[in-house]
């Protein structure tokens, strides 16, 4: 794309609308994809721990898999439950994934791009670095809490009902230790931008998943219970509450239930991978070897998001599920301590041996 | 709570337990182009030979929940030997619990009514299809679900089986 | 001033985790369970019914279909009590061949169980695995009698059919796969936290009220009951093998759980006795064709993978049974259910219902 063809848009459009627009665009299509596709690796993940081998008829490798789920259950009726509230159902699917895709408005996967040269001036390859990414991120996480709450209150069943219960009391009990782990990261930054975050990881010359190894765990338990993953899969555990808020949504608002869960696991794996292992930059970044490497930002951070999804399956795969009241009490009694004990750690740790 | 709760030893013992079986061969069997060998004893669909059937009525006094019903009429060979001969041997398959107890009190087990043909593809697209098996289904149907896979299997094939199914059935009474 | 309700919500019968069509109405306070009333009768077929217009003979394949996930001890209970009614004396190498049968039936038995227990609490693995091990053991069956779950592996007076060949190198090799196996079970889930948590006093039953309840099996022992009909009222060739009873301590669902591990390794334990024990021979009791006893009165009991299990049968002369009254365990352990869950919370009656290992084709009947 050459200069001259941009060149009838005056700079503040293009800085402004055209390219922000652009590059929602593209990161919402690659988010999309890497949700429909986590999809596909976390059955064929669940299925090799499982002794099993997945699906595999859809297309060469089941890579069609994720579209004929989407097209099943586009085909399938939109069931209203009697005496549901129609507007409130309908809004819930609604509420739970836009906040979810939002976040990555905030979400830097790397720092620049020139697209291989194609651009003159290397472009940031996120929406907005926000100088106060962090706070916005935590209040969008906890925006998807009213889908939740609005599904299970307006299907009209009482397991929604319970379901959309648990989820209030999961989510008090996790924000807090949550938010304070965060603010571990954040003491070390001294900065709430994302990018600068990611820019504090490299000019210490380490991943904050060392010095904040306690924030980095508690984090992961919450992200867990954040995005209601086994062992904190409560608000819809199966063979408790059929399936909790969503047991009576099916069709497409079934699918944007769905979707949305796979979507704040990308948040969340996103959301470790910048705050704890250095977002885009290889590691070890202070190594001398990356000087003469090409810089992949994007290979890097889509290879740590990988591994936490994995991660995130595997755990799935292995544990039983915490009850309602033990979660409760492992965030209030442990992990809210820890996280204290870690915010006390990692202030000195940043007063005496990161200068 | 000891030292070693505060390390995960439990958890991470379980996540080894899991990650060692990800790369360990898979147990599934994709059906449709593979299939088990089902054993000489499985007890699939039933095959009759109404030329040997003795038309005793042992296997429709036996069957637990009467589902067999059998007509029979004596006969004078050309030999001059008194027999019986089937009119009428319906198997209602749709009730069968495909128990095995016709086939173990029929006289020389196996060789008349028997169950041992390793069949169980038996959906079927008609209705009426795979519900209620007559004489004639019940000699021809496994002869014809194996022809139509090939052959039968080596240690299934009774004596009696030829590949196109040959059996001529006796005549009923009616048409004699 | 709020008005404050209890919720009441039916659990089943159509729900995931009620294995099969139990219908329980709980009462609830928050998620505080204050009642629990188990609705049963969606699998009634009147099979006790059917028992008495049917012939001796031909009733064992019913019999099959009332626990459907163990039709070996099921056959086995029946066609002893006949045998008792009748005073056949059935040939030892059927005898060594109905135990090989029913401890393989247990472990397969108590395989679904802990499937269907992890995954209740959460654990989707160990199902998997678990019915990996249970397919060897169904394909052991398939080659002895044909069939995978509705066996009808006995008859009365001995088995039908002699073991194949090859069949006891078969099972040799299982049982060295399955003792493995366990491991990884017990790796999961014994030593796991999260497991502890949500079985450790969960469900606690005393000694006392066990008897009281008349509970059998696993839910007994996990109190602390030694009582096993294979050891009180030995049938078979039990008396000769060694082997342990399990109990518990504390009564609880994890107690119960770990009983029933231990269960599994003594029945493989067992298994290889048996397969010592096995001397050429007749595998059906010889003249045993029509069967018609006289009016007499019999109960004979087995310990199936859930409890005793007992026919009680009335003769009165004909070839078909007066009356056949079946004592199935999970029908009599399923009472306390109301008992267990009372004061708990709504995930832990799925915990319960897994612990007391039902099945509704025995329940109803
Ligand atoms: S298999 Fe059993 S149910 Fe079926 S026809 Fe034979 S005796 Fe009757
Ligand atoms: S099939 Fe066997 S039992 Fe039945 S009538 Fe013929 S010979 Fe007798």
């Known amino acids: 794309m050459s200069p001259e063809l941009l060149s009838w848009m005056s700079p503040e459009l293009l800085n402004w609308v055209v390219i922000p627009a652009v590059k929602t665009a593209v990161i919402l299509a690659i988010v999309l994809t890497i949700v429909a596709y986590a999809t596909l690796l976390e059955r064929k993940v669940l299925a090799y721990i499982q002794a099993r081998v997945g699906p595999n008829r859809a297309g060469p490798k089941a890579i069609l898999q994720p579209l004929a789920d989407g097209f099943k259950l586009m085909s399938k009726e939109d069931l209203v439950p009697d005496g549901a509230m129609r507007f409130l159902h309908l809004l819930a699917p609604i509420l739970i994934m836009v906040p979810a895709l939002a976040i990555f408005a905030f979400i830097p996967m790397g720092d620049t791009t020139t697209l291989f040269g194609l651009l003159e001036e290397p472009v940031p390859i996120f929406v907005a670095d926000l100088n106060v990414a962090v706070l916005f991120v935590i209040g969008f996480a906890g925006l998807g809490l009213y889908g939740v709450v609005l599904g299970g209150w307006a299907s009209n069943s009482k397991y929604s009902l319970l379901g959309a219960l648990r989820s209030a009391a999961q989510i008090v009990s996790y924000e807090v230790p949550q938010a304070l782990a965060l603010i571990g990261v954040l003491v070390l930054a001294g900065s709430m931008s994302l990018v600068r975050i990611v820019e504090a990881q490299r000019e210490m010359g380490v991943w904050f998943a060392f010095p904040g190894f306690l924030a980095f765990f508690i984090y992961f338990v919450c992200g867990v219970a954040e995005t209601n993953r086994n062992p904190f899969d409560l608000p819809e555990c199966e063979s408790e509450l059929v399936n909790g808020y969503f047991t009576e949504y099916s069709g497409v608002k079934f699918a944007l239930f769905y979707m949305a869960e796979y979507a704040n696991i990308l948040v969340v794996s996103c959301l470790s991978t910048i705050l704890f292992l250095g977002g885009w930059l290889p590691p070890f970044p202070s190594l001398a070897v990356w000087q003469h490497l090409p810089s992949l930002p994007l290979f890097w951070f889509l290879a740590k998001v990988f591994v936490f999804i994995f991660f995130y399956i595997w755990v799935r795969a292995t544990f039983p599920r915490y009850r309602f009241d033990q979660l409760m009490g492992l965030m209030w009694k442990w992990m809210l301590p820890l996280a204290l004990a870690n915010l006390i750690l990692l202030a000195l740790v940043k007063l005496w041996l990161l200068k | ?176 | 001033m709020l008005d404050i309700q209890e919720l009441e919500i039916n659990m089943g019968p159509q729900h995931p985790a009620t294995h099969g069509v139990l219908r329980i109405i709980l009462k609830l306070d928050g998620e505080k369970i204050v009642g629990a009333r188990p609705v049963i009768g969606y699998l009634h077929r009147g099979t006790e019914k059917i028992f008495e217009s049917q012939t001796y003979s031909g009733n064992v394949p019913h019999t099959d279909r009332l626990d459907y996930t163990a039709a070996a001890t099921s056959n086995h209970a029946y066609c002893g009590a006949v045998e008792k009614l009748l005073g056949i004396e059935v040939p030892r190498r059927a005898r060594v061949v109905r135990v090989i049968l029913d401890e393989l039936q247990r472990i397969a038995s108590h395989l679904i169980w802990l499937g269907t227990h992890a995954l209740d609490i959460g654990a989707m693995t160990p199902f998997f695995y678990n019915f990996r091990e249970r397919e060897y053991i169904l394909d052991l069956f398939e080659e002895f009698c044909g069939a995978r779950l509705t066996l009808h592996c006995m008859k009365v007076g001995g088995v039908y059919d002699d073991l194949p060949p090859g069949w006891i190198e078969k099972l040799q090799r299982f049982i060295e796969v399955f003792d493995k196996a366990v491991w990884d079970y017990e790796d999961l889930l014994t030593g796991n936290r999260i497991w502890k948590q949500r079985t450790i006093g969960v469900g606690v039953i005393s000694p006392e009220e066990a008897i009281d309840w008349g509970l059998t099996g696993p839910p007994l022992r996990g109190s602390g009951v030694k009582w096993d009909v294979r050891r009180a009222l030995p049938y078979e060739i039990y008396p000769e093998l060694e082997f342990d009873i399990p109990v518990g301590r504390n009564g609880d669902t994890y107690d119960r759980y770990l009983v029933r591990m231990e269960e599994m390794r003594q029945s493989s334990r067992i298994l290889k006795q048996c397969i010592q024990k096995l001397e050429p021979g007749d595998v059906v009791a010889k003249g045993v064709r029509v069967l018609r006893p006289k009016p007499a009165e019999v109960y004979f009991s087995v310990e199936a993978p859930k409890g005793e299990l007992g026919y009680h049968i009335l003769s009165d002369g004909t070839d078909k049974p007066h009356r056949v009254k079946v004592r199935p365990p999970c029908f009599v352990n399923l009472q306390v259910l109301p008992a267990l869950v009372k004061g708990h919370l709504v995930a832990d009656v799925v915990a319960v219902i897994g612990t007391l290992d039902i099945v509704l084709g025995e329940i109803d009947r």
Request: aromatic fraction near 10%; proline fraction near 7%.
């Open chain 2, 1 to 176: 709570m000891k030292f070693k709760d505060l390390l995960l030893v439990d958890l991470l013992l379980g996540l080894w337990t899991t990650i060692k079986h990800f790369p360990r061969k898979k147990f599934t069997v994709q059906y449709p182009e593979k299939k088990l060998a089902v054993p000489q004893r499985f007890r699939g669909m039933f095959r009759l030979n109404v030329n040997t059937c003795l038309g005793c009525l042992m296997c429709q006094n036996a069957c637990p929940i009467d589902i067999i019903h059998m007509e029979v009429h004596d006969e004078t060979t050309p030999e001059g030997k008194k027999r019986k001969v089937v009119d009428r041997f319906d198997i209602d398959i749709k009730r069968c619990m495909f128990c095995g107890i016709c086939e173990s009190v029929c006289p020389n087990k196996g060789k008349m009514l028997t169950l041992r043909t390793g069949s169980y593809e038996w959906a079927a697209y008609e209705r009426d299809h795979a519900l209620y098996f007559d004489r004639e289904r019940l000699t021809h149907a496994v002869d014809e679900y194996w022809a139509a896979r090939g052959g039968w299997p080596e240690h299934l094939r009774p004596p009696d089986a030829a590949d196109p199914c040959a059996c001529i059935l006796p005549p009923k009474k009616e048409d004699a």
